[in-house]
Protein backbone atom coordinates (compact mmCIF):
# COMPACT_ATOMS: atom_id res chain seq x y z
CA UNK A 1 0.00 0.00 0.00
CA UNK A 2 1.12 3.40 -0.72
CA UNK A 3 2.23 5.73 1.73
CA UNK A 4 -1.20 8.15 1.16
CA UNK A 5 -3.19 5.69 0.72
CA UNK A 6 -2.25 4.09 4.19
CA UNK A 7 -2.16 7.51 6.09
CA UNK A 8 -5.66 7.91 4.39
CA UNK A 9 -6.66 4.31 5.72
CA UNK A 10 -5.35 5.08 9.49
CA UNK A 11 -6.93 8.13 9.50
CA UNK A 12 -10.11 6.75 8.07
CA UNK A 13 -10.43 4.32 10.73
CA UNK A 14 -9.20 5.93 13.66
CA UNK A 15 -11.84 8.86 12.94
CA UNK A 16 -14.50 5.98 12.43
CA UNK A 17 -14.34 4.30 15.80
CA UNK A 18 -13.91 7.72 17.57
CA UNK A 19 -17.34 8.73 15.68
CA UNK A 20 -18.65 4.85 16.98
CA UNK A 21 -17.09 5.21 20.46
CA UNK A 22 -18.78 8.64 20.87
CA UNK A 23 -22.13 7.03 20.25
CA UNK A 24 -21.96 3.89 21.45
CA UNK A 25 -20.20 1.94 24.54
CA UNK A 26 -19.79 -1.54 21.98
CA UNK A 27 -16.73 -3.64 22.72
CA UNK A 28 -17.50 -6.15 20.13
CA UNK A 29 -15.77 -5.77 16.28
CA UNK A 30 -19.44 -7.10 15.07
CA UNK A 31 -21.17 -3.87 16.68
CA UNK A 32 -18.54 -2.06 14.95
CA UNK A 33 -18.77 -3.30 11.70
CA UNK A 34 -22.81 -2.90 11.83
CA UNK A 35 -22.53 0.46 12.86
CA UNK A 36 -19.99 0.80 9.42
CA UNK A 37 -22.82 -0.57 7.71
CA UNK A 38 -25.41 1.25 9.26
CA UNK A 39 -23.73 4.49 8.68
CA UNK A 40 -23.13 3.53 4.66
CA UNK A 41 -19.43 2.93 5.16
CA UNK A 42 -20.13 -0.72 3.87
CA UNK A 43 -16.78 -0.82 1.89
CA UNK A 44 -14.57 -0.15 5.07
CA UNK A 45 -16.54 -2.81 7.32
CA UNK A 46 -16.28 -5.31 3.82
CA UNK A 47 -12.30 -4.62 4.11
CA UNK A 48 -12.09 -5.13 7.75
CA UNK A 49 -13.92 -8.21 7.27
CA UNK A 50 -11.73 -9.28 4.87
CA UNK A 51 -8.64 -8.65 6.18
CA UNK A 52 -8.09 -10.58 9.60
CA UNK A 53 -4.58 -9.24 11.05
CA UNK A 54 -6.59 -5.66 10.85
CA UNK A 55 -9.99 -7.36 12.49
CA UNK A 56 -8.03 -8.68 15.25
CA UNK A 57 -6.41 -5.69 15.77
CA UNK A 58 -9.63 -3.43 16.05
CA UNK A 59 -11.39 -6.47 18.73
CA UNK A 60 -8.33 -5.58 20.75
CA UNK A 61 -8.73 -2.17 21.07
CA UNK A 62 -12.24 -2.42 21.22
CA UNK A 63 -11.90 -4.31 24.09
CA UNK A 64 -10.43 -1.57 26.13
CA UNK A 65 -12.07 -0.24 28.72
CA UNK A 66 -14.79 2.51 27.39
CA UNK A 67 -12.88 5.34 29.42
CA UNK A 68 -9.63 4.29 28.85
CA UNK A 69 -10.36 4.02 25.14
CA UNK A 70 -12.58 7.45 24.28
CA UNK A 71 -9.22 9.27 26.35
CA UNK A 72 -6.79 7.38 24.28
CA UNK A 73 -8.79 8.03 21.13
CA UNK A 74 -8.44 12.24 22.45
CA UNK A 75 -4.82 11.79 23.27
CA UNK A 76 -4.24 10.65 19.88
CA UNK A 77 -6.59 13.64 18.02
CA UNK A 78 -4.19 16.11 20.09
CA UNK A 79 -1.06 14.11 18.89
CA UNK A 80 -2.05 13.98 15.24
CA UNK A 81 -3.36 17.47 15.49
CA UNK A 82 0.40 18.60 16.97
CA UNK A 83 2.27 16.59 14.45
CA UNK A 84 0.34 17.76 11.37
CA UNK A 85 0.65 21.77 12.38
CA UNK A 86 4.40 21.35 11.64
CA UNK A 87 4.03 20.97 8.29
CA UNK A 88 3.41 23.32 5.54
CA UNK A 89 -0.44 24.02 4.36
CA UNK A 90 -1.69 22.12 7.39
CA UNK A 91 -1.67 24.52 10.34
CA UNK A 92 -4.27 26.64 9.69
CA UNK A 93 -6.55 23.72 9.10
CA UNK A 94 -5.50 22.28 12.46
CA UNK A 95 -6.20 25.90 14.06
CA UNK A 96 -9.00 25.63 12.66
CA UNK A 97 -10.62 22.80 14.04
CA UNK A 98 -9.16 22.51 17.63
CA UNK A 99 -8.97 26.25 18.26
CA UNK A 100 -10.20 26.71 21.84
CA UNK A 101 -14.09 28.13 22.43
CA UNK A 102 -14.56 31.12 24.09
CA UNK A 103 -15.63 30.99 27.41
CA UNK A 104 -18.79 32.00 28.88
CA UNK A 105 -18.64 33.64 32.25
CA UNK A 106 -20.87 30.62 33.31
CA UNK A 107 -18.88 28.30 32.40
CA UNK A 108 -15.75 29.94 33.79
CA UNK A 109 -18.12 30.04 37.27
CA UNK A 110 -18.22 26.15 37.33
CA UNK A 111 -14.28 25.74 36.92
CA UNK A 112 -14.13 27.92 39.28
CA UNK A 113 -16.33 25.82 41.73
CA UNK A 114 -15.32 22.82 40.97
CA UNK A 115 -11.29 23.80 41.70
CA UNK A 116 -12.31 26.09 44.99
CA UNK A 117 -14.20 22.77 46.39
CA UNK A 118 -11.12 20.27 45.90
CA UNK A 119 -13.77 17.77 44.75
CA UNK A 120 -12.15 15.11 42.11
CA UNK A 121 -15.07 15.81 40.04
CA UNK A 122 -18.33 16.54 39.29
CA UNK A 123 -21.62 14.24 38.28
CA UNK A 124 -24.67 15.22 36.31
CA UNK A 125 -27.56 13.99 38.12
CA UNK A 126 -30.57 14.53 35.34
CA UNK A 127 -33.92 15.83 36.89
CA UNK A 128 -36.99 14.81 35.34
CA UNK A 129 -39.21 16.75 37.49
CA UNK A 130 -39.11 19.81 35.32
CA UNK A 131 -36.60 20.70 37.36
CA UNK A 132 -32.63 21.92 36.61
CA UNK A 133 -30.08 19.12 36.24
CA UNK A 134 -27.94 18.92 39.07
CA UNK A 135 -24.16 18.88 39.36
CA UNK A 136 -22.77 17.10 42.56
CA UNK A 137 -19.40 17.88 43.37
CA UNK A 138 -17.66 14.65 44.18
CA UNK A 139 -14.15 13.55 45.75
CA UNK A 140 -13.57 16.58 48.27
CA UNK A 141 -16.02 19.07 49.14
CA UNK A 142 -19.40 18.13 48.69
CA UNK A 143 -22.36 20.49 47.42
CA UNK A 144 -23.88 20.98 44.19
CA UNK A 145 -22.29 23.53 41.33
CA UNK A 146 -24.74 26.48 41.48
CA UNK A 147 -25.82 27.90 37.93
CA UNK A 148 -28.08 30.83 36.30
CA UNK A 149 -28.93 30.01 32.65
CA UNK A 150 -30.15 26.21 32.75
CA UNK A 151 -30.55 26.55 29.24
CA UNK A 152 -26.74 26.84 28.25
CA UNK A 153 -25.24 24.47 31.41
CA UNK A 154 -24.56 21.49 28.95
CA UNK A 155 -23.18 24.15 26.41
CA UNK A 156 -20.47 25.29 29.04
CA UNK A 157 -19.80 22.11 30.29
CA UNK A 158 -19.00 20.71 26.86
CA UNK A 159 -16.81 23.95 26.38
CA UNK A 160 -15.23 22.97 29.56
CA UNK A 161 -14.54 19.98 27.61
CA UNK A 162 -12.96 21.16 24.46
CA UNK A 163 -10.69 23.01 25.98
CA UNK A 164 -9.55 20.44 28.06
CA UNK A 165 -10.10 22.01 31.07
CA UNK A 166 -12.21 19.27 32.27
CA UNK A 167 -12.21 15.59 31.38
CA UNK A 168 -15.34 13.45 30.34
CA UNK A 169 -16.23 10.36 31.33
CA UNK A 170 -19.75 8.34 31.28
CA UNK A 171 -20.84 5.92 34.31
CA UNK A 172 -22.44 2.64 33.49
CA UNK A 173 -25.78 4.38 33.75
CA UNK A 174 -25.15 7.00 30.80
CA UNK A 175 -24.33 9.58 33.49
CA UNK A 176 -21.76 12.11 32.43
CA UNK A 177 -18.95 12.69 35.33
CA UNK A 178 -16.50 15.71 34.55
CA UNK A 179 -12.84 15.66 35.97
CA UNK A 180 -10.70 18.24 36.96
CA UNK A 181 -7.78 18.75 34.57
CA UNK A 182 -3.94 20.13 35.67
CA UNK A 183 -5.07 22.40 32.85
CA UNK A 184 -7.31 24.10 34.97
CA UNK A 185 -5.42 24.42 37.86
CA UNK A 186 -3.26 26.30 35.10
CA UNK A 187 -6.29 28.18 33.49
CA UNK A 188 -7.05 31.00 36.67
CA UNK A 189 -2.86 31.02 37.63
Given at each position: ???????????TI??????????????E??????W???????????????????SK???????T???????????????????????????????A???K???????????R??L??G???????????????????????C?????A???F??????????????????T????????V??????F??
Open positions: MDPLTAAGTVAVGLLSSFKAERSGTLTEFTKLKEKHYEEVASAIERNSSLELSKILANHTDLVERLAQLDSKIAQLASQFDGFGGLINLHSAVLSEQAISVLQLDSAEYIIEHKMFTGKADEYHLIGGSGNITYDRRIKDDLNSLVYADLVRLELSKGSKKFFTRAAAEFR
